[in-house]
């Protein structure tokens, strides 16, 4: 089995300007692989083409993981529409299926909390589908837990599994 020291030195980052076409990339390939609806779900997001513009905002940062100049995953949050402003939401994050098992989500999960908490974030939320099964697994050993209702204002009624963790 890869580990992350297998990989040619992945670079954990903030997103850049030059990286929206290869981010969009990346999240529409996931998205198809995993038969995701295209409405009701991140594939509709008007920010999709544009993901350096819509994490420059207070309080939300994106970061993406590159390896040998390529993106290959990326994940991020922001706070949450709809919700406590003490209440932030995990977003976007998808992995190129090349880069699954290695550990990098784990980091890349970590990387979005820490910094959620040093932002004054309590509560992280998040949005998957019933299908996202190992997403879901690594969730929950990064210690989210399962809830019975969605939280805040999301657009994303395709995805119905939501978790919640307290920060």
Same mark, same amino acid.
């Given at each position: 089995?890869?580990?992350?020291?297998?990989?040619?030195?992945?670079?954990?980052?903030?997103?850049?300007?030059?990286?929206?076409?290869?981010?969009?990339?990346?999240?529409?390939?996931?998205?198809?692989?995993?038969?995701? +609806?295209?409405? *009701?779900?991140? =594939?509709?997001? %008007?920010?999709?083409?544009?993901?350096?513009?819509?994490?420059?905002?207070?309080?939300?940062?994106?970061?993406?993981?590159?390896?040998?100049?390529?993106?290959?995953?990326? $994940? *991020? =949050?922001?706070?949450?529409? $709809?919700?406590?402003?003490?209440?932030?939401?995990?977003?976007?994050?998808?992995?190129? +299926?090349?880069?699954?098992?290695? *550990?990098? $989500?784990?980091?890349?999960?970590?990387?979005?909390?820490?910094?959620?908490?040093?932002?004054?974030?309590?509560?992280?939320?998040?949005?998957?589908?019933?299908?996202?099964?190992?997403?879901?697994?690594?969730?929950?050993?990064?210690? =989210?837990?399962?809830?019975?209702?969605?939280?805040?204002?999301?657009?994303?009624?395709?995805? %119905?599994?939501?978790?919640?963790?307290?920060?």
């Amino acid at each position: 089995m890869l580990t992350v020291a297998d990989t040619n030195r992945p670079i954990i980052r903030e997103i850049q300007e030059q990286d929206n076409a290869a981010v969009a990339r990346v999240i529409r390939a996931v998205l198809i692989e995993m038969e995701v +609806p295209k409405v *009701g779900s991140a =594939f509709a997001d %008007p920010s999709l083409d544009y993901m350096y513009q819509h994490y420059q905002q207070e309080k939300g940062a994106y970061y993406v993981i590159e390896i040998d100049g390529e993106i290959v995953a990326g $994940g *991020g =949050f922001a706070g949450l529409a $709809g919700a406590p402003a003490e209440v932030c939401e995990l977003q976007k994050m998808y992995m190129l +299926p090349q880069t699954r098992g290695l *550990g990098l $989500g784990k980091l890349l999960i970590q990387r979005c909390i820490d910094n959620a908490k040093a932002m004054g974030y309590t509560q992280c939320y998040l949005e998957t589908l019933p299908n996202m099964q190992a997403a879901q697994g690594l969730y929950r050993k990064m210690g =989210f837990e399962h809830i019975s209702q969605p939280m805040g204002s999301t657009g994303h009624n395709a995805c %119905p599994v939501w978790m919640l963790l307290k920060l």
